[in-house]
């Protein structure tokens, strides 16, 4: 028994199934979007910040925000962005853009693919997004409950 | 450790099946700002947070990520820990007394209706010499019952007496999961699970969260509802194979008692504590936990339940609340157990307050076969 | 602090892709034994363990703590887990300071652990880590996040890809003078320029390797400390934050390094950051890091001064205060035990002994760890522990 | 927003596939099993303790057991044992009812994880009634190995 010959690799594999509750705020915002095609938020009545997503809580002020519920307008600014160019397992081929995305004046910003954008050319789309840049909302026309039932593109004039 | 850091605040939701309108967040949001409002004291208060969370019981593979904000970490000093709750209280006392703090949210959760426990028990053992065999939750603790029951020659019924004790406290608990007293033939007519387990012999899985405040010396003796003060507390670790083990003990318990017991002072626990809230990861482990924790010689606990010793009226009432046979939210469990143990030194466990309270132990469990144990003595 | 608390031993592995020769517990038990080697203890000496490992689904063990527990020399010992992400090591760390300093225990042993080669879709577990009902779906991991931070503070600072690039080089040439560092490869600016673009402003080598590995660190309380060893490494601040924000929200990087850092400066007395510590080990696992640590530790006090700081080399070696002797987190990535290498590392700085790697006449070292990842309300959590020759 | 706000749930799947490295110790366990039907152990030279699944280290001494062999002889007793009834189906498991036990193989300190064979289980309850602690078993070898725990099956010695 002096020489190892071979290292064992044991394989393994998890399996778990999830079933993730979105709450009543959760589920209100996810409601809202697919049955209204509106984008809903929940605002803070001391701080005044205004959650998208929806939150039932203020992490700051540490007070519910059930019942807290605002309107946003479905248009807004990007604030940071990359292109991806490399292949992520289970995710769509690249290139695309993912950005982070402040929505009709929210305090906080949510994630999002950033469509409409001519990636043939990566170092001309360089230059043709910024952060800051104008942004809306398009509602798709078959919406089926989740928080993809809206893309957003450049907002151009 | 005399007088040094005390409870000050307890909040829990109410225990159940599936918690539906509320997310993750909400449930653990509901018990941090509860134990706040408990305690009197606001968020800018506190300026430590110590939470217990496994990632795999919560779904999220980070889970603090996003369950550390409501529990109210939000430019906080926070740390989390991947124990039972039992152990984020030893933390936090731990950081209480190291002068840095002043007082901290202590705050233990889960939400067994999103995911499936036997399966991710199953992962807690080695891929190579255990996972083979199907081992999980159930079935271990089935094992080291089987060992137990053998070794003493206990019967099922002795430890389905466990399951009507706990069931019968937990009607009065109005926020325990379940509230229907049963019968021992109730127990031994239950779905037999793995031998001997069955349905009822064990923890149902329960949604719920449980939040405490934990503060130094000066802030608790101006607590509003008084407080619980932390007098012994030890925890200990035994060895992962369960074929390394004498089955029939838990060496952890007993050298985290025996920790907690010096540092308490505490020689003759079944004389000098008036309660005990322990994990009773299955009826039989209640009776495990008895002889580990000194309450008896080992294999004496059969007795001592025939006897009633450890019933509401008995000498040493064990839990009052129902336990975790009644309300399993699991890594919460030994949290809760701290939380109850804190209640009726307080004097404010309405239902199931049990009178003239002066010293009260929690027990908590890590791992499998209760491999850490955690022992929490608080007092008057 | 209650009682004064000091490093008095360090244990590593050596940082690589896979360790195929070892189990997780004998990994773990790897760097224990190390870590009493040096500190000249045995496991007797010890009054309590805590161990560090970030997320589970890495090691495709749950609770691999309790796996471990027995290498780590755990048997029959107070023993906790923590887990705060890749803030473990950095949480771990503290805990241990906490355990000597409330007067429970006296010797503590820190000890972290990761492996990343276990399962091929790592970075699909990355993706696994935000919201599972409102961020996910949109290709969020780890790269993408750091990517979009990125451009955000390119904006803000004013700094681009060669400034970078420029600290990429810097670490990995620090790294060949580093024993345990993972990636060992000397390169230049147009190398990393020209390495495949991952995320646009990532390319790889802007990026940590992930590795397998394992840290111990050996707390003592004052008077064992001094009877163990004649250099010990005092801790003489910590802090710790944990804060919410999505990428793209204003100069967040200060806010989210400065509140754990500035408790733990006030505790150390440290009021003029930039004369007062000599060496730095910060938490930056992409080349973009480094440079808001700049403005975040008080080095700086504008953003733009922070781009020009990196022409000037300020962190490098021979410049004003170097950053990442080891090579740091861009050579060196076990996700759990990164941020306690950043421990160990500062300790082998404070008591001389970090070889070739050495800062001379290191007086005060800053030791940071991170963790979590920004997302729609999603926890970042930082960790600052400051190390010194006198005990303060 | 008066009415009962239906509860939106998602699911999701975590399929992660592993390769785990077991390190020279376990492999060299798994090899002697595969290729010379061999039950290999380490010993502790401190406190002469017998591991089984074999370690690298002694927990309690805390020394390296490097190169610390013995063979155990394949025949043990039955320490502990349940019999699962529900099915978990966790996928390679066998249809319950099935005996799942701790075993001591030959000299070791330690207990080994295995099913047991040759148990009547038409009764279950029964049947755990029959199984004493401390009766023989054998283990028997697959004529197939794959490097696997399940090389081998134990079952009772009658």
Not at chain 2, 34 to 44: C, E, F, T, Y
Not at chain 2, 253 to 270: D, V, W
Not at chain 2, 309 to 325: D, F, W
Request: net charge negative; aromatic share 8%; hydrophobic share 40%.
């Amino acid at each position: 028994m002096e020489q190892m010959p071979e290292l064992i690799q044991m394989p393994g594999k998890w399996d778990l199934p999830w079933v993730y509750a979105a709450g009543e705020v959760g589920s209100r915002y996810i409601v809202e979007l697919r049955d209204n095609a509106r984008i809903v938020a929940t605002k803070c009545p001391k701080c005044g910040r205004v959650l998208l997503p929806p939150r039932s809580f203020c992490e700051r002020c540490f007070v519910s925000l059930k019942g807290h519920w605002v309107e946003l307008e479905p248009k807004g600014t990007l604030e940071a962005f990359t292109i991806v160019t490399t292949v992520f397992p289970e995710q769509r081929p690249p290139p695309y853009i993912i950005g982070y995305f402040r929505i009709g004046g929210a305090s906080t910003n949510i994630p999002h693919f950033l469509e409409g954008v001519d990636l043939s050319d990566i170092e001309r789309a360089k230059s043709e997004i910024w952060v800051d840049m104008p942004v809306k909302v398009i509602f798709r026309e078959q919406r089926v409950g989740s928080a993809a039932d809206f893309y957003i593109v450049p907002l151009r004039d | 450790m005399d007088d040094k850091v005390a409870v000050i605040g307890v909040s829990q939701t109410k225990y159940e099946a599936a918690k539906r309108k509320q997310d993750l967040y909400e449930m653990i949001f509901e018990a941090a700002s509860g134990a706040l409002n408990d305690a009197g004291i606001k968020i800018g208060d506190v300026d430590s947070v110590v939470l217990a969370a496994h990632d795999l019981i919560d779904g999220r593979s980070i889970t603090s990520m996003l369950t550390a904000t409501p529990a109210g970490a939000y430019r906080k000093d926070e740390i989390r820990l991947g124990e039972d709750g039992a152990f984020a209280v030893a933390l936090a006392w731990l950081r209480l007394l190291s002068g840095e703090f002043n007082a901290s949210l202590v705050v233990s959760w889960s939400k067994l209706s999103e995911g499936d426990f036997d399966v991710i028990t199953s992962l807690n053992f080695d891929p190579m010499f255990y996972r083979p065999f199907g081992f999980n939750y159930v079935i271990a603790h089935a094992l080291q019952a089987a060992s137990y029951m053998s070794r003493y020659g206990l019967t099922e019924a002795q430890a389905a007496r466990i399951v009507v004790k706990n069931r019968a406290h937990a009607v009065n608990n109005p926020l325990a999961h379940l509230q229907q007293a049963v019968t021992v033939d109730d127990v031994l007519r239950s779905r037999l699970l793995a031998w001997p387990l069955k349905e009822l012999d064990l923890p149902p899985k329960s949604d719920g969260a449980c939040a405490i405040v934990l503060a130094t010396e000066e802030r608790a003796k101006r607590a509003r509802d008084g407080c619980a003060w932390i007098k012994g507390v030890g925890w200990a670790n035994d060895t992962y194979y369960l074929g390394d083990k004498e089955l029939w003990e838990l060496p952890s318990l007993a050298l985290a008692a025996k920790r907690a017991y010096r540092m308490a002072g505490i020689e003759n626990p079944l004389e000098q504590l008036d309660v005990a809230e322990i994990y009773d990861i299955s009826s039989f482990h209640e009776l495990m936990e008895y002889e580990a924790l000194g309450f008896c010689k080992p294999g004496e606990s059969g007795r001592l339940v025939d006897q009633g010793i450890t019933s509401m009226k008995g000498q040493l009432p064990v839990n009052p609340s129902g336990g975790a046979l009644s309300s399993h939210p699991y890594t919460a469990v030994g949290l809760i157990r701290v939380a109850e143990a804190a209640l009726q030194v307080m004097g404010r466990a309405e239902g199931h307050q049990l009178p003239g309270v002066t010293t009260a132990l929690a027990h908590g469990a890590s791992g499998m076969c209760c491999q850490s144990s955690c022992v929490v003595i608080l007092s008057k | 602090m209650a009682r004064r608390v000091a490093i008095v031993g360090t244990g590593q592995t050596q940082y690589t892709k896979r360790r195929r020769d070892v189990s997780a517990p004998e990994l773990v038990h790897e760097a224990v034994k190390r870590a009493l080697a040096d500190a000249e203890l045995t496991l007797n000496d010890i009054d309590a363990v805590v161990f560090g490992t970030a997320p589970e689904s890495f090691e495709g063990v749950n609770c691999p703590d309790k796996w471990a527990a027995d290498g780590a020399g755990g048997l029959g010992k107070a023993f906790m887990r923590i887990n705060t992400g890749g803030a473990t090591g950095g949480s771990a760390a503290l805990a241990g300071v906490h355990h000597v300093a409330s007067g429970v225990f006296d010797v503590v042993l820190v000890v972290a652990m990761q492996r990343v080669g276990q399962t091929p879709v790592a970075q699909r577990i990355l993706g696994l880590i935000w919201d599972p009902i409102f961020a996910s779906g949109f290709a969020l991991n780890l790269l993408t996040t750091t990517a979009m931070g990125a451009t955000a503070s390119m904006a803000s600072f004013g700094f681009n890809e060669w400034h970078m690039a420029k600290i990429s080089v810097k670490d990995h040439l620090n790294a060949l003078n580093n024993p345990y560092a993972h990636i060992r490869i000397n390169i230049g600016i147009e190398d990393v320029l020209k390495s495949p673009v991952l995320c646009w402003p990532l390319k790889l080598l802007d990026c940590c390797p992930s590795s397998d590995g394992a840290c111990a660190v050996i707390f003592a309380l004052e008077e064992r400390a001094r009877r163990i060893t004649r250099t010990p490494a005092w801790v003489i601040g910590t802090g710790a934050s944990t804060i919410v924000f999505t990428p793209g929200e204003g100069s967040v990087e200060e806010e989210l390094v400065g509140i754990a850092v500035r408790k733990a400066y006030k505790m150390a007395g440290i009021d003029h950051p930039r004369r007062q510590i000599s060496v730095v080990e910060p938490y930056a696992p992409f080349s973009n890091a480094e440079i808001a640590y700049y403005l975040a530790l008080g080095f700086c006090y504008e953003p733009a001064e922070a781009t020009k700081m990196v022409e000037d080399g300020f962190g490098e070696m021979t410049g004003e205060i170097p950053f990442s002797p080891s090579g740091g987190v861009l050579c060196s990535n076990p996700i759990g035990a990164t941020a306690l290498v950043r421990v160990a590392e500062a300790a082998l700085q404070i008591m001389g002994r970090a070889d070739k790697r050495q800062v001379p006449d290191a007086k005060v070292a800053l030791a940071t760890g991170a963790g979590g990842s920004p997302g729609p309300g999603s926890a970042t959590f930082v960790t600052a522990m400051i190390l010194a020759k006198e005990p303060g | 927003m008066q009415r009962e706000m239906e509860s939106i749930e998602k699911t999701a799947r975590w399929e992660i596939p592993y390769s785990h490295d077991i390190g020279e110790t376990a492999s060299r366990f798994f090899l002697e099993l595969r290729d010379k039907a061999r039950i290999m152990a380490t010993k502790c030279p401190e406190c002469r303790r017998v591991f089984l699944p074999p370690r690298s280290y002694c927990e309690r001494c805390f020394i390296s057991l490097e190169g610390h062999w013995v063979e155990l002889n394949p025949e043990g007793t039955l320490e502990a044992f349940t019999i699962v009834t529900d099915d978990y189906s966790f996928s390679g498991m066998p249809k319950p009812p099935y005996v799942l036990c701790l075993v001591k193989l030959g000299h070791s300190s330690t207990c080994l994880p295995h099913f047991l064979l040759g148990v009547d289980l038409s009764d279950p309850r029964k049947a755990a009634q029959e199984l004493k602690i401390g009766m023989p078993v054998r283990v028997v070898f697959k004529e197939h190995r794959e490097a696997r725990i399940d090389d081998f099956y134990v079952e009772l010695v009658r």
